[in-house]
């Protein structure tokens, strides 16, 4: 039996992500209370033949009372040993994006009052969810990503996966940008030559094959991909062993654009060769951001 908790803060995107789950086969409950953990996994282990209840997902957030929230660890580590495969996803996004969200959609925060505003409640959301984001197997940065582009991305990593297979996420991101907050592994690739400063390259991307040849023809390009190929295929088996399920891997340059794509989309094809979930985003690349590999 398999139980995916979703949890983040409020406009992260979590009813989407347990959209998602529930038309792949999941029992899915939104806003479940703490304390009913337990009896859920119960009920299913009692079950003769579990059913629906052999693969659940439930939704946990700050509508849950506080104290409950800061015990979760003590439940959750009490939970380890009922004989079901737990994982606990975490969305979340950047206090801006998450202020946007909420003007678009005109919704109240399960945490404002007439004396807490949105920033106020969408700041403090983050610390009561602390318990559950540091327990996370998969901490997913929505910042940015359709509604589309989040239920490929469940689909693929939570779904698409077998069990006991790690599933890895190369994205490009550019450092004047910000470092994505998901990343495990965060590589800096600035030092290769910048195809930005040739005029007739600007506008391309490193999928664009004029760039793909300006990076190849440096030995730099190739000796970086193949160093980074090594060092992550050396120590992705000790990830595994520790029960790892994901493993995200950032690649950056300055702008996101030439160099970090370039070399996401080498590792990609590397690793797609030998791992059966492995996708590909692009963060600063529009209407590009994800894909399989």
Request: charged fraction near 20%; glycine fraction near 6%; hydrophobic fraction near 40%.
């Given at each position: 039996?398999?139980?995916?908790?979703?949890s983040?803060r409020?406009?992260?995107?979590?009813?989407?992500?347990?959209?998602?789950?529930?038309?792949?086969?999941?029992?899915?409950?939104?806003?479940?209370?703490?304390?009913l953990?337990?009896?859920?996994?119960?009920?299913?282990a009692?079950?003769?033949?579990?059913?629906?209840?052999?693969?659940m997902?439930?939704?946990i957030?700050?509508?849950?009372?506080?104290?409950?929230?800061?015990?979760?660890?003590?439940?959750?580590?009490?939970?380890?040993?009922?004989?079901?495969?737990?994982e606990?996803?975490?969305?979340d996004a950047?206090?801006?994006?998450l202020?946007?969200r909420f003007?678009?959609?005109?919704?109240?925060?399960?945490?404002?009052?007439d004396?807490?505003?949105l920033?106020?409640?969408?700041?403090?959301?983050?610390?009561?969810?602390?318990?559950?984001?540091?327990?996370?197997?998969?901490?997913?940065?929505?910042?940015?990503?359709?509604?589309?582009?989040?239920?490929?991305?469940?689909?693929?990593?939570v779904?698409?996966?077998?069990?006991?297979?790690?599933?890895?996420?190369?994205?490009?991101f550019?450092?004047?940008?910000?470092?994505?907050?998901?990343?495990?592994?965060?590589?800096?690739?600035?030092?290769?030559?910048?195809p930005?400063?040739?005029?007739?390259?600007?506008?391309?991307?490193?999928?664009?094959?004029p760039?793909?040849e300006?990076l190849?023809?440096?030995?730099?390009?190739?000796?970086?991909?193949?160093?980074?190929?090594?060092?992550?295929?050396?120590?992705?088996?000790?990830f595994g062993?520790?029960?790892?399920?994901?493993?995200?891997?950032?690649?950056g340059c300055?702008?996101?654009?030439?160099?970090?794509?370039?070399?996401c989309?080498?590792?990609?094809?590397?690793?797609?060769?030998?791992?059966?979930?492995?996708?590909?985003r692009?963060?600063?690349?529009?209407?590009?951001n994800?894909?399989d590999?």
């Amino acid at each position: 039996m398999k139980l995916i908790i979703v949890s983040g803060r409020s406009g992260s995107g979590k009813s989407t992500a347990l959209h998602v789950l529930e038309d792949l086969g999941f029992y899915c409950i939104d806003n479940l209370p703490i304390g009913l953990l337990s009896p859920l996994i119960q009920e299913a282990a009692a079950q003769t033949s579990p059913g629906r209840l052999k693969k659940m997902a439930v939704s946990i957030d700050a509508r849950n009372l506080s104290d409950d929230i800061v015990n979760f660890e003590d439940i959750y580590q009490q939970l380890q040993h009922a004989g079901m495969t737990i994982e606990i996803i975490f969305l979340d996004a950047t206090e801006q994006s998450l202020l946007q969200r909420f003007h678009a959609t005109r919704r109240k925060h399960p945490l404002s009052n007439d004396r807490t505003s949105l920033r106020e409640a969408i700041s403090n959301e983050k610390q009561l969810l602390e318990p559950l984001a540091r327990l996370a197997d998969l901490y997913v940065d929505t910042t940015g990503m359709s509604i589309y582009q989040l239920r490929d991305m469940v689909k693929q990593r939570v779904v698409g996966r077998r069990e006991q297979e790690m599933a890895l996420l190369f994205q490009s991101f550019g450092f004047k940008h910000g470092v994505p907050v998901d990343s495990d592994y965060v590589f800096d690739v600035r030092c290769l030559p910048n195809p930005y400063w040739d005029p007739a390259l600007r506008a391309f991307t490193g999928l664009d094959q004029p760039v793909i040849e300006f990076l190849e023809a440096d030995p730099m390009s190739r000796q970086m991909v193949n160093d980074l190929s090594g060092f992550i295929e050396s120590w992705l088996p000790s990830f595994g062993k520790s029960n790892r399920s994901y493993m995200t891997i950032s690649i950056g340059c300055t702008g996101g654009q030439h160099r970090s794509v370039y070399i996401c989309e080498q590792l990609g094809r590397i690793f797609s060769a030998s791992h059966g979930n492995v996708q590909i985003r692009h963060t600063e690349l529009p209407q590009l951001n994800t894909r399989d590999d």
